[in-house]
């Protein structure tokens, strides 16, 4: 089992839809988590943080299950500039070890 | 633009060569993480390097190994050389030995031939 999973993907959505994508992960000492976007052929960055509570962040919310070892990342309102790849990150314990998953593609259609 | 700067962006070697990736890290941030990607992967991670000593290592053999400098750049050595070193390898930078927000660069492109 990997120790990140992702949806897979991809996800073809209109613009405006609501498109979530689910992440576990199988380290329960798992201590910070992340969403991160890349579009293609470029680099990893920082989508949000994922904290207990639920954070959102404009058109995006992140939810983290601990008990469950999940984690979530809702769209809403899907825009064409969203079209790219979502990953899903776990920092395990120490936190220097940072695990991404597969990552998911999404492509936002006119 | 993140401020970590990776050099070079594309290179072309031969299986058994030996390669050097090198990585600038933000200004103020002392500790770097490298990733090798593949097509259509996620970035798998590498090695930590935080001020100047390892921090932690993914399953990677040996032959990949790294090096900070006082300055916190940090570079990426792959001896032998095998096809399936082919891929993008990342460099991230952040501050302090946890995982916060990490700044990643451009990336470098390997191809093994």
């Known amino acids: 089992r990997k120790e990140v999973e992702q949806d897979p993907g991809p996800f073809n959505v209109p613009e405006g839809a609501t498109v979530a994508f689910n992440c576990t992960y199988s380290?329960?000492?798992?201590?910070?988590f992340f969403w991160y976007r890349q579009d293609c052929r470029k680099e990893p960055k920082l989508l949000m943080s994922?904290?207990?509570s639920g954070n959102e962040d404009g058109r995006f919310t992140a939810q983290l299950n601990r008990a469950s070892q999940y984690i979530s990342l809702l769209i809403r309102d899907s825009k064409l500039s969203d079209s790219a790849t979502y990953l899903c990150?776990?920092?395990?314990?120490?936190?220097?070890?940072?695990?991404f998953g597969a990552g998911t593609r999404l492509f936002v259609k006119a | 633009e993140t401020g970590v700067t990776q050099s070079p962006t594309h290179l072309i070697k031969t299986r058994g060569q030996q390669v050097t990736l090198r990585c600038s890290s933000q200004?103020?941030?002392?500790?770097v993480s490298w990733y090798q990607q593949a097509l259509g992967q996620g970035p798998q991670f590498i090695f930590q390097?935080?001020?100047?000593?390892?921090?932690g290592r993914g399953n990677f053999p040996p032959r990949f190994s790294g090096l900070q400098f006082p300055n916190y750049s940090s570079e990426l050595n792959v001896n032998a050389l095998e096809l399936d070193d082919s891929a993008l390898y990342l460099c991230?930078?952040?501050?302090?030995?946890?995982?916060?927000?990490?700044?990643f660069g451009q990336g470098t492109r390997l191809t093994v031939v």
């Open positions: 991230a930078s952040s501050l302090g030995g946890v995982v916060t927000e990490a700044f």
């Open positions: 380290n329960s000492a798992s201590q910070s």
């Open positions: 994922v904290y207990s």
């Open positions: 990150v776990v920092a395990n314990t120490g936190g220097f070890k940072t695990i």
């Open positions: 200004s103020g941030h002392n500790t």
């Open positions: 390097y935080y001020r100047e000593e390892e921090n």
